[in-house]
């Protein structure tokens, strides 16, 4: 038995680091998983087969995040392949860090487009669905940067920022119909990405953590699967950090 036997998820971006885990731990507990990248094509159809092995169904959407028509589209495909939506998480997301000063109004809007906008496409998309099977839950993976802010991301600090707004005003518009709306704030979680990083800066950021490590991608894969499941039915509005303690 898993914590979400008979749910449908769909997940955007998740090719590789946390939306990928999130999809292999949804498998895992028994959702079936719809999946979108943009870039990572191969990664993205070779996850396909990782999932249904599972024993659950899975398919990979190759949708861009950022585009209001196309979040339309994939989330009637999904409904239609899938027979049902139960679970959006809304995970694709890009920098692109400069201090301000430097920071042109492309980098801006792309961060913004993709990182923010996206999370409104897709729950535009999918109330109808939610409200007349009168229930859904949805996650949109936030980061502490959108709570504290951080120098030289102030396009990526205020789209997750937004998300923190916009998810709590989607609790509080839709919990009548029993929709849940959370966040999750990552804190430093170690990906391929990090791996690449100066190793000594990187110890120093574990060691300013409580918990004296870098987060895992299933560290927020867990959180997520706590809040899709019906362990978390009474929660809605929340933002969840998944920090170590960074910011507390
Ligand atoms: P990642 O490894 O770079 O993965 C990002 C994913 O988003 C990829 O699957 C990518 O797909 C997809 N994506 C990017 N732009 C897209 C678009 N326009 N449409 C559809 N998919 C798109 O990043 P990550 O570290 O796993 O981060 C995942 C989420 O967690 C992000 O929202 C990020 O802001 C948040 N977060 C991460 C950390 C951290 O320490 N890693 C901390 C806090 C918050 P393609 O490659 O196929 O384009």
Same mark, same amino acid.
């Given at each position: 038995?898993?914590?979400?036997?008979?749910?449908?998820?769909?997940?955007?971006?998740?090719?590789?680091?946390?939306?990928?885990?999130?999809?292999?731990?949804?498998?895992?507990?028994?959702?079936?998983?719809?999946?979108?990248?943009?870039?990572?094509?191969?990664? @993205?159809?070779?996850?396909?087969?990782?999932?249904? !092995?599972?024993?659950?169904?899975?398919? $990979?959407? #190759? %949708?861009? /995040?950022?585009?209001?028509?196309?979040?339309?589209?994939?989330?009637?495909?999904?409904?239609?392949?899938?027979?049902?939506?139960?679970?959006?998480?809304?995970?694709?997301g890009i920098t692109k860090d400069?201090?301000?000063?430097?920071?042109?109004?492309?980098m801006w809007?792309?961060v913004v487009?993709?990182n923010l906008?996206?999370?409104?496409?897709?729950?535009?998309?999918?109330?109808?669905?939610?409200?007349?099977?009168?229930?859904?839950?949805?996650?949109?993976?936030?980061s502490?940067v959108g709570?504290?802010g951080n120098?030289g991301q102030a396009n990526y600090s205020a789209s997750k920022a @937004?998300?923190?707004?916009?998810?709590?005003?989607? !609790?509080?518009?839709?919990?009548?119909? $029993?929709? #849940? %709306?959370? /966040?999750?704030?990552?804190?430093?979680?170690?990906?391929?990405?990090?791996?690449?990083?100066?190793?000594?800066?990187?110890?120093?950021?574990?060691?300013?953590?409580?918990?004296?490590?870098?987060?895992?991608?299933?560290?927020?894969?867990?959180?997520?699967?706590?809040?899709?499941?019906?362990?978390?039915?009474?929660?809605?509005?929340?933002?969840?950090?998944?920090?170590?303690?960074?910011?507390?």
């Amino acid at each position: 038995m898993g914590l979400l036997d008979g749910k449908t998820a769909l997940i955007t971006g998740a090719s590789k680091g946390i939306g990928k885990a999130i999809a292999i731990t949804y498998a895992k507990e028994g959702a079936n998983v719809a999946f979108t990248y943009l870039s990572s094509v191969e990664k @993205g159809q070779a996850l396909e087969g990782e999932l249904a !092995a599972f024993g659950v169904q899975a398919k $990979g959407y #190759r %949708s861009d /995040a950022s585009d209001f028509e196309a979040a339309g589209e994939l989330v009637n495909n999904v409904i239609a392949d899938f027979g049902g939506l139960h679970i959006l998480i809304n995970n694709a997301g890009i920098t692109k860090d400069n201090l301000l000063m430097r920071m042109t109004e492309e980098m801006w809007d792309q961060v913004v487009n993709v990182n923010l906008k996206s999370c409104f496409n897709t729950v535009k998309a999918s109330t109808r669905n939610f409200m007349k099977q009168r229930g859904g839950s949805i996650i949109n993976i936030t980061s502490v940067v959108g709570l504290r802010g951080n120098a030289g991301q102030a396009n990526y600090s205020a789209s997750k920022a @937004g998300i923190v707004g916009f998810t709590k005003s989607v !609790a509080l518009e839709l919990g009548s119909r $029993g929709i #849940r %709306s959370n /966040a999750v704030a990552p804190g430093f979680i170690e990906t391929e990405m990090t791996e690449v990083l100066d190793e000594k800066t990187v110890q120093g950021w574990r060691d300013a953590i409580p918990l004296k490590r870098g987060g895992t991608p299933e560290d927020v894969a867990q959180a997520c699967v706590f809040l899709g499941s019906d362990h978390s039915t009474y929660i809605t509005g929340q933002v969840l950090q998944v920090d170590g303690g960074m910011l507390t």
